[in-house]
C-alpha cells in the first residue's frame, strides 16, 4: 500500500524568502506523484505532477518539484514567496490504480 | 477552461436524514470520484466510477453510501442515514483516464451533520 508523509503541518517563511514543503512516500512500486494546492474555501487546484521522464517538474506559480527515488522524497520548492502563495499544500501519489493518496497538508503562510 | 462543479457549496442536515450530493465533471473525462475530508484531516479516497460501475472504493465507503450517473452529465453521491461523522468537505472530481493522469477536483460540499 502506498502512503505518504508531509513533514511540518505549518510552514511560515519571509515575502521573498525560498519555499520548502517536505513530502516523502512509500510506494512498492514506481509512483506518479502530485503536488495540489488549495486556497482558502476553494478546491484542490494541480500545481504539479511526476509520471515519468524528467525528475526536476516545473508547474504553475513558479513552483518547482524533484522526484528523488533514492530519498523517496518529491518536495516542492519555489524560489521566492509570495504573499498570495499563502494556501494548503496536499502532496498525493498514484500507484497505477484509481486513487490517489494525499498527505495530511502542509499550511503554508508568509510573512511580510 | 472546463472545470468540476459541485452542489450545494453547503449543506447542513438532521442526523439520520438522506443526502444527496452532486457533480457535474469535465465533459470528455471517463473516470469519476469522490474524495472527502473532515475538518483538519487529509484527503480521503471514496470511490470511483467507470463505465457506469464503481471501478473501486475504500473501507469508508460502506452500505450507506451510494454513487449514481443518472444522466450523461451528472454524477452524485447518496449518504443514506448521515451520522454525526459525516460531516466534511466531499470532493467529486474526474479525469480522462485512469493512473498517472492529473484528477480534476471540484471546490466541494460542505457537510455539516447536526
Known amino acids: 500500500a502506498q502512503s505518504v508523509t508531509q513533514l511540518g503541518s505549518h510552514v511560515s517563511v519571509s515575502e521573498g524568502a525560498l519555499v520548502l514543503l517536505r513530502c516523502n512516500y512509500s510506494?512498492?512500486?514506481?509512483?506518479?506523484l502530485f503536488w495540489y494546492v488549495q486556497y482558502p474555501n476553494q478546491g484542490l487546484q494541480l500545481l504539479l505532477k511526476?509520471?515519468?521522464?524528467?525528475?526536476l517538474v516545473k508547474g504553475i506559480n513558479g513552483f518547482e518539484a524533484e522526484f528523488k527515488k533514492s530519498e523517496t522524497s518529491f518536495h516542492l520548492t519555489k524560489p521566492s514567496a509570495h504573499m498570495s502563495d499563502a494556501a494548503e499544500y496536499f502532496c498525493?501519489?498514484?500507484?497505477?490504480?484509481?486513487?490517489?493518496?494525499f498527505g495530511t497538508g502542509t499550511r503554508l503562510t508568509i510573512i511580510p | 477552461e472546463p472545470e468540476v462543479t459541485q452542489t450545494p457549496s453547503h449543506q447542513v442536515t438532521q442526523m439520520g436524514q438522506e443526502v444527496i450530493l452532486r457533480c457535474v465533471p469535465i465533459?470528455?473525462?471517463?473516470?469519476f470520484y469522490w474524495y472527502r475530508q473532515i475538518l483538519g484531516q487529509k484527503v480521503e479516497f471514496l470511490v470511483s466510477?467507470?463505465?457506469?460501475?464503481?471501478?473501486?472504493k475504500s473501507e469508508i465507503f460502506d452500505d450507506q453510501f451510494s454513487v449514481e450517473r443518472p444522466d450523461g452529465s451528472n454524477f452524485t453521491l447518496k449518504i443514506r442515514s448521515t451520522k454525526l461523522e459525516d460531516s466534511a468537505m466531499y470532493f467529486c472530481?474526474?479525469?480522462?483516464?485512469?493512473?498517472?493522469?492529473?484528477?480534476?477536483f471540484g471546490e466541494g460540499s460542505w457537510l455539516t451533520v447536526v
Open positions: 472530481a474526474s479525469s480522462p483516464q485512469s493512473s498517472g493522469n492529473t484528477i480534476y
Open positions: 510506494s512498492s512500486v514506481p509512483p506518479y
Open positions: 511526476y509520471t515519468t521522464g524528467a525528475t
Open positions: 498525493a501519489v498514484n500507484v497505477g490504480n484509481e486513487k490517489l493518496t
Open positions: 465533459s470528455n473525462h471517463l473516470y
Open positions: 466510477f467507470y463505465n457506469n460501475e464503481i471501478s473501486e
